[in-house]
């Protein structure tokens, strides 16, 4: 049957390749997400500022959290949760361990950043310069008020003028230095003393590196057991992390996108491939009926569709596996463009993604092939002698069961998503409920053609005559073949639709919080930070009527405990006590803002209900540095739901973020004063120092652009997934539209015309089009309505109509252009050479 099998693949080309794309392009997509995954797993990132030192000590980045309540004993299970800022280490550990035996030298290293005519730079102590190494090229190592630089542009003797910390001054130029490989960012070294100032965190350091002439790996167990569970200690590539953190979070992202979107492609892979296999083995039902009336058994049958498909599913699988790593370099190249992940990680794809993707590709084609093969096995030998095969029933039991599945858990995910999830969080459930209804309805798809055909009967036949009326007919009798094609349309559109619409109304509600919660006329910012008296001085300036700090962050509860809260912490935002009620807008339900100094918190109103504190209560914070620290609630204030924040004092907050300072300073104007007239005099204000002024538009535009961020990655994922769905859509027309050169033939014979001949076929394509339309509209709306009265209260979705009518109109002319071309090749010869031909 083997032999068979290749035979007839050679003369069924259209069904080889049709079978070779859909299987192509599902184990592609499935590879390249495995290899992202195995890449944000991975995290590797190469060292570079580090590369000399072969132990690298650095905080503990992550965590472990309480999953169930910590008081109930039984129950209590931890998780992990990574911290969003730099966690630092004691400077006095480097003495500790240079007492460490095989330990020849240990260097503590502080990074900040800099700017130098604009430009961004990494600052040090110049002590650290040998981490790299860094050597003199010329003059010698700085004293306070001076810098070494690493470009030989510049000359010693020099002075720049270098903005870092929150301020501005000038240094002169005392060495050049050279490094042995090429790094991420120019580097300044300062003197010790200046570097530490710099850095703003005295008496702390970012990393240390430990120097050995012994055996690496003994000494840094040595290391590890003096450091203990405070600290991590890396070695080899992992030395990365230390240089990078940022790469542990961005990691995780990558681990989350890559499973989402490889087990979407999993999931449209099934219908796709199936689809595809059941429309090539109904296509060669004559043809299996006279192998069965010559005598081939059921199970010799089974075999050769069996033996086809793998052939064929082996070749796809092999080219995919070849070029799965170039899609995914393409895919983390496009992530680092647009900030989703760091730029200095690597991507890396090894066996596993290549296994998992042929494995799980070849599964699919074997369980679709041995369905299709098991319906080939039952058909009659007499049907052989038929003049044409009737359409086989499409009802059965796994179909009915399949539907009822996922209709069930469709609509639970609407019930939980309109009466459980707030905010942004919907969209956790909103998501795949758009896979289970669209799933359900293509397991019942050949009936709902039908359906909708029958209803669509008396507007195409009054617009198309008789072209139309064969056209319907043709859709309703052969059901199971249009639902071949209705299924992926139906898939792009609402995967489209529905993602498209999810992201849209995300950020229009997410900027809307926003502006809501706004009351700033103009913002102060500064990638060094602003110094803490800069507020003070622009409370001052004519025409401020209010001035507050603004940090961002992330804080865990510790205690009480907290079931609602996830991984991913509470956003943190710092202000300033004397400011904050003036330049916000958030309601005060109890306490006040005015009290928000030293060590205190302003909770949202649902998290003090979750949490069962009040105005006077102390709870337990776990900062985003990883200090624990109690505060004391002052205020509960009232947010939108799915958008609260947790506010702490600037003075407060900001020391236990990365750069140590906060990066903004909201203004509010005074009464009577126009915004114009208030930037004119920041500016004015300002101008000695390195910062930017802007108005409150343009800090409305700045988030809006961050949320753009992340619903650009869900736009690549979704576009990505719909262009497989969109190949399937021609792929599966063009191999049905080819075979019915005969029927074509046939009805030229009985009267029509090639041109009338065209005309129904484009109307079939427009009934396919129109019906995968309104099922995906459908699917779409089904998961879209209950998330929008979440988010917005609305049922109608935000974003823009065009995207809708973009979606159907692709839709539509892919479906024209792959029945028509085909169509048309199709009837270009005599009419009695087409009906010679056969099925």
Request: charged fraction near 15%; charge should be neutral.
């Amino acid at each position: 049957m083997f032999k068979l099998a290749m035979r007839t693949l050679r003369l069924r080309k259209g069904g080889f390749l049709a079978t070779f794309v859909a299987v192509f392009f599902g184990a592609l997509i499935v590879s390249a997400c495995g290899g992202l995954m195995e890449t944000g797993i991975l995290s590797a990132t190469p060292v570079q500022r580090l590369a000399a030192a072969p132990i690298v000590v650095t905080g503990k980045q992550d965590f472990e959290r309480p999953k169930e309540d910590p008081a109930e004993d039984e129950k209590h299970r931890t998780k992990t949760a990574t911290l969003p800022e730099r966690v630092r280490l004691d400077a006095a550990l480097t003495d500790r361990l240079s007492t460490i035996p095989g330990v020849t030298r240990v260097i503590g290293e502080v990074t900040f950043p800099a700017f130098v005519h604009g430009a961004e730079t990494e600052g040090h102590a110049w002590d650290s310069a040998a981490l790299t190494p860094y050597t003199l090229t010329s003059g010698r190592a700085p004293q306070p008020g001076e810098v070494v630089v690493d470009s030989a542009e510049q000359h010693v003797g020099a002075t720049l003028d270098i903005a870092a910390h929150g301020g501005v001054a000038s240094y002169r130029i005392s060495g050049i230095a050279a490094a042995a490989q090429g790094m991420r960012h120019s580097e300044l070294f300062f003197a010790p003393a200046d570097a530490e100032r710099l850095a703003g965190h005295p008496g702390h350091v970012d990393t240390i590196g430990v120097f050995t002439t012994g055996d690496v790996a003994v000494v840094a167990g040595r290391v590890a057991d003096a450091v203990g569970a405070s600290a991590t200690v890396l070695t080899g590539d992992d030395r990365g992390a230390a240089e990078f953190p940022e790469v542990a979070r961005g990691g995780e992202n990558l681990i989350v996108l890559a499973s989402v979107s490889g087990g979407l492609s999993v999931q449209v892979a099934i219908f796709v491939v199936a689809g595809t296999l059941t429309l090539s083995a109904q296509q060669r039902q004559r043809e299996l009926a006279l192998l069965r009336a010559i005598g081939t058994t059921p199970r010799q049958l089974r075999r050769m569709v069996l033996g086809e498909a793998l052939v064929v599913a082996l070749l796809a699988v092999g080219a995919a596996l070849a070029l799965g790593p170039v899609l995914g370099r393409w895919l983390i190249g496009q992530l680092r463009e647009h900030g989703v992940v760091p730029d200095v990680l690597q991507f890396h794809q090894g066996w596993v993604p290549a296994v998992v993707a042929a494995g799980a590709s070849l599964l699919i084609v074997l369980v679709a092939a041995f369905v299709a093969g098991r319906r080939a096995g039952r058909i009659r030998p007499t049907e052989a002698l038929a003049e044409s095969a009737v359409e086989r029933g499409w009802v059965t039991p796994i179909r009915i069961i399949l539907a009822f599945l996922c209709f069930g858990g469709g609509t639970a995910l609407a019930i939980v998503t309109a009466a459980v999830m707030t905010g942004p969080a919907a969209a956790s459930t909103a998501g795949p409920a758009v896979m289970l209804w669209a799933f359900g309805l293509a397991a019942i798809s050949p009936g709902v053609t039908k359906l909708v055909a029958r209803l669509l009967h008396w507007p195409v036949h009054a617009l198309t005559g008789v072209n139309g009326r064969v056209a319907l007919l043709n859709t309703r009798v052969n059901a199971v073949r249009a639902a071949g094609a209705v299924t992926p349309i139906m898939l792009a559109v609402g995967i489209v639709i529905a993602n498209s619409y999810l992201q849209t109304t995300q950020q229009a509600v997410s900027n809307q919080a926003f502006t809501e919660d706004l009351r700033a006329d103009a913002v102060i910012g500064s990638p060094t930070g602003l110094a803490p008296e800069l507020a003070r001085k622009i409370q001052d300036v004519p025409g401020v009527g209010g001035a507050s700090a603004y940090v961002t962050s992330t804080v865990f509860v510790e205690a009480p405990y907290d079931s609602s809260e996830d991984d991913e912490g509470w956003p943190a935002v710092g202000l300033t006590a004397g400011g904050a009620a003036r330049t916000t807008a958030t309601s005060v339900t109890a306490g006040s803002l005015d009290a928000l100094s030293g060590t205190t918190i302003a909770l949202p109103g649902k998290l003090a209900t979750a949490l069962g504190r009040g105005v006077g209560d102390t709870i337990t914070l776990r900062l985003g540095d990883g200090t624990k620290t109690d505060v004391r609630v002052v205020a509960v204030v009232s947010q939108r739901a799915g958008f609260e924040r947790v506010w702490l004092p600037a003075e407060f907050l900001a020391p236990h973020t990365t750069i140590g300072l906060a990066p903004q300073l909201l203004v509010r104007a005074a009464s009577g004063v126009d915004t114009a007239t208030l930037t004119s005099r920041l500016r004015d204000a300002t101008a000695d120092l390195p910062v930017q002024v802007g108005d409150r538009d343009s800090l409305i535009a700045a988030h809006a652009k961050g949320n753009e961020v992340g619903a650009w990655v869900n736009y690549l994922l979704a576009g990505m997934i719909a262009a497989y769905t969109v190949i399937s859509v021609v792929n599966t027309l063009v191999m049905a539209t080819a075979r019915r050169r005969r029927e074509f033939g046939l009805q030229r014979l009985s009267g029509f015309t090639r041109s009338q001949v065209l005309r129904m076929a484009g109307i079939e394509g427009g009934l396919i089009a129109t019906i995968g339309i309104v099922l995906g509209t459908v699917v779409a709306a089904a998961a879209l309505v209950p998330f929008c009265l979440v988010v917005s209260g609305s049922p109608v979705p935000s974003g823009p109509i065009g995207i809708y009518l973009t979606g159907i109109a692709m839709a539509a002319v892919l479906a024209l252009t792959a029945i028509l071309v085909p169509a048309w090749a199709a009837t270009r010869g005599p009419a009695v050479d087409a009906t010679a031909i056969g099925e």
